[in-house]
């Protein structure tokens, strides 16, 4: 009972907090009160800004809600803590630095604003580990991969609580401000802010490397069941990951990509909970087939389009003036290779990735093929017999025929 009340408690903090920060951003006139003086605020900036306080909400909550249901059940109580933690730790980020923000532009001396506003700052570390790395080293059972972890991971561990000790106590502004800390203590040296910000990285890169190195290990010596159940949470976490990486890369970066990572981060606590439960676990193979399908698909397609107009553009620049022509022919020639095109690529990709349905559709079909030539029921029987011990392996087989009075024989 107890753990169900703080579960729930730890998600209403989160969802309070949620709705608290993307209330100030929208109707609070967040935007406007960052930069005054300055030109207007665009209709782009508006709907980035709210696009990505909706995004933080939605991954927020996500990760609460499955920490809850995680956390009161039979068997999952560690892994459910770990992710509603990760929920709680990222949601204080975005609520400290505009709630908090909000509130230092009105009173930059008032000790609650400042109070709040170091929130985000000092949730920075402590957010981004409990909501990737820690949750890859603990997955799917809530524990470490074994015993000689422990020295290492409390190494990191102290790391980061000292790097979030020091960005709450150290005196003077908090990040970049004019707002002041209310915790800080004067005797400290104003050079810790430095050493933090240095050790910080540190600190990061360590722990997403014992996070990768724990999955990478766990794939290794695991079983079927524990590789499919990492399957989705890689899967997920490179959805998340690859594009925050790209993102930063001239011509690379935008909105696209910043909803791309969005869902893989929304995807992590529902691979964490497939994984738990089991709940259409062997569906990955499926998926991961289907997306790579389809992105090699819609590549080959543009290829195509492209090519098509450039070609034809050049070969009836002397004879047609514009360019619909080409397009139209450019469209038409795409639409009629897409379904041969999506044929082949989806086998292709069936062969690569989703093996194992591959291989049972290319055995029902074979034994559809020959059931249709056969006509002697001792035959059938045996084609049947050696079709379902060649795809399933059973360790014994037996068929039942319905006799004309209604039974069996």
């Known amino acids: 009972m107890t753990r169900r009340v703080v579960a729930i408690a730890a998600w209403a903090a989160t969802a309070v907090m949620d709705v608290t920060m993307f209330w100030v951003m929208t ?3 967040f935007l406007d009160e960052m930069a005054p003086g300055q030109p207007a605020v665009t209709d782009s900036m508006r709907v980035l800004t709210y696009g990505a306080g909706a995004a933080i909400a939605a991954v927020t909550l996500a990760y609460s809600t499955v920490g809850v249901l995680l ?15 990760g ?20 009173n930059p001396f008032d000790p609650l604003a400042n109070g709040l506003f170091l929130i985000g700052p000092a949730s920075i570390v402590a957010g981004y580990s409990l909501i990737l790395p820690v949750v890859a080293m ?36 908090i990040a970049g401000t004019q707002s002041r800390n209310p915790f800080g203590i004067a005797a ?88 738990v439960t089991r709940y259409h676990l062997y569906e990955i193979d499926r998926l991961i087939s289907r ?54 690529v989806q086998r292709a990709m069936d062969r690569r990735f989703d093996r194992a349905r591959y291989d049972g559709e290319r055995t029902a079909t074979a034994f559809a093929e020959r059931l249709r030539g056969q006509v002697d029921l001792a035959g059938l029987e045996a084609d049947l017999t050696r079709t379902v011990d060649s795809a399933l392996r059973p360790s014994a087989t037996a068929i039942w025929l319905r006799t004309a009075a209604g039974g069996r024989s």
């Open 27 to 29: 109707a609070g006139g």
């Open 71 to 85: 956390a009161t059940r039979s068997g999952a109580g560690r892994i459910g803590a770990v992710i509603l933690a």
């Open 87 to 106: 929920g709680l730790a990222f949601a204080a980020i975005p609520f400290g630095y505009v709630v908090g923000g909000s509130l230092v532009l009105h």
């Open 138 to 173: 603990v997955f799917p059972y809530g524990t470490l991969p074994s015993r000689r972890w422990r020295a290492p991971v409390r190494v990191v561990a102290g790391l980061l609580i000292a790097i979030t000790t020091i960005v709450v106590v150290r005196p003077g502004e």
């Open 188 to 275: 400290l040296p104003s050079a810790l802010g430095d050493l933090a910000e240095g050790l910080a990285g540190v600190g990061i890169v360590a722990i997403s490397l014992l996070g990768t190195a724990a999955v990478v290990g766990r794939y290794r010596r695991g079983s079927f069941v524990e590789r499919q159940q990492l399957r989705w949470f890689v899967t997920a976490v490179l959805l998340a990951v690859v594009p925050i990486a790209m993102s930063p890369q001239p011509g690379v970066g935008g909105p696209v990509w910043i909803l791309v990572a969005a869902l893989g981060l929304l995807l992590v606590p529902v691979s964490v909970w497939v994984a």
């Open 291 to 344: 997306g790579a399908a389809w992105t090699v698909l819609t590549g080959l397609l543009v290829a195509v389009y492209a090519g098509g107009v450039l070609v034809l553009q050049g070969v009836l620049g002397g004879v047609t003036q514009g360019e619909t022509l080409a397009v139209a022919a450019s469209t038409l020639l795409a639409a009629a290779l897409f379904q041969p095109l999506r044929l082949r």
